[in-house]
């Protein structure tokens, strides 16, 4: 274990953990069995440490941005996104608390594994790091906390699920402004290299939100939602949200395209992969 992820006072709230104050009590926690406060504990715990391995990823779009864009804003707000997660480490961390009726420490760290992106030029790897995390995986992380949030009742999941929501929205945001203005020719590049990054994005979600037959109700209650349920809502977002963003920047999608027609399987790498 590790200690709390640490945020700034130079961060989004001025060093506050959230905008809002997370409710100190929830009956609905009391009301658990000590066997699903335990499960949803390892979930928010296990959330912790997924969302400080982001903040790793956004030190690595921030110096990207830093050396591509000229938009010093952009390069902010990617800075800003590393505190931001760091907060999202912690806010989870709490949460994972509440329901463990203790302080838990932070969860191990996460190693970061940086796609090589072999082949690309400099220039174009620093972009697909830039739409790998932004463009894909804050797209369908917003896309799986909506989710969360609709089934959620408890108070204390509903209120921590906003917060992070709040934050991801505008990581997303982040990717498709810079993507805007690139050029041309280094759209046309980012083509090819869409469906492998977005197959081991699927992939990555689906093995951390497993199926479970036995799902049990409580747990959609508390902001873990059934692994299917989760499946469908992401495929959803890249099919109507992140395919119809590159179609209109002219981003070549042919290949994204037909793996999402055909199912957006991950169990096998689809045939232009392999």
């Known amino acids: 274990m590790t200690a709390p992820a640490q945020h700034t006072r130079s961060g989004r709230w001025g060093g506050a953990l959230t905008q809002r104050p997370l409710p100190e009590r929830d009956a609905a926690i009391d009301a658990l069995s000590p066997a699903l406060r335990a499960k949803l ?7 912790a440490a997924m ?8 030190t690595v779009v921030a110096a990207a941005l830093a050396r591509r864009s000229r938009d010093e804003s952009l390069v902010r707000l990617a800075e800003r996104a590393v505190d931001d997660e760091h ?33 690309a030029s400099a220039e174009l790897r620093d972009t697909l790091h830039v739409v790998g995390q932004c463009v894909l995986n804050e797209t369908t992380a917003t896309a799986f906390l909506e989710t969360c949030l609709r089934f959620a009742t ?7 699920l906003r917060e992070l929501l709040s934050d991801e929205i505008d990581h997303g945001r982040v990717g498709w402004a810079h993507l805007a203005t690139t050029s041309t020719e280094t759209r046309r590049e980012l083509g090819r290299w ?5 197959y081991l994005n699927l992939q990555l979600w689906r093995e951390e939100s497993p199926v479970d037959p036995e799902h049990p109700p409580a747990l959609s209650a ?3 939602p059934p692994g299917e349920v989760i499946h469908a809502a992401l ?16 981003v070549p999608i042919g290949p994204l395209e037909r793996w ?9 790498a689809p045939s232009e992969l392999v």
């Open 235 to 250: 495929v959803d977002a890249l099919a109507s949200l992140i395919l119809p963003g590159l179609r209109a920047l002219d």
């Open 260 to 268: 999402l027609e055909a199912g957006a399987f991950t169990d096998r």
């Open 87 to 119: 907060r999202h480490a912690e806010l989870s961390r709490i949460v994972a608390s509440r329901f463990a009726g203790r302080e838990l420490p932070g969860p191990p760290r996460l190693a970061l594994v940086v796609p090589e992106h072999r082949g």
């Open 222 to 224: 508390h902001g873990a």
């Open 194 to 198: 869409l469906l492998p990054m977005a």
């Open 41 to 47: 504990a390892g979930i928010w715990l296990s959330r």
């Open 51 to 58: 969302e400080r391995r982001v903040a790793d990823s956004f």
């Open 154 to 160: 408890g108070d204390l999941a509903r209120r921590a």
